[in-house]
């Protein structure tokens, strides 16, 4: 019964992580909106529910200057900033906001 309870304790303690809004986010939010769910522009993509290795992939492409076109000159500007944690981080919450 031990292992059960520690395993579920576990289990919540690694989704909590998970679903915590990461620090870098608040920057993300002035043009995607809170949790990813309002962006300020109709041409500005919704991140809340997107898959996490596709936001993975963008936002690496982005960093690394393998992106054009759009708003890939902000977005780059901002994905320079982060890292690879930084990038799993943001990745994990917006994939887990609905």
Known sequence: MMKYFIALTLALTISLIANAQPEKE???RACHGAGGGA???PS????N?????????S???YRDGQRA???AVV???QASQLSDADIEALAAYYSSQK
Do not use: E
């Open 59 to 61: 936002l690496k492409a």
């Open 75 to 77: 977005m780059t500007a």
């Open 26 to 28: 608040l920057t993300c």
């Open 39 to 41: 962006p300020i522009a």
């Open 69 to 71: 076109g759009g708003m």
């Open 44 to 47: 500005y993509p919704k991140l």
């Open 49 to 57: 529910g997107q898959n996490k290795d596709y936001l993975v992939s």
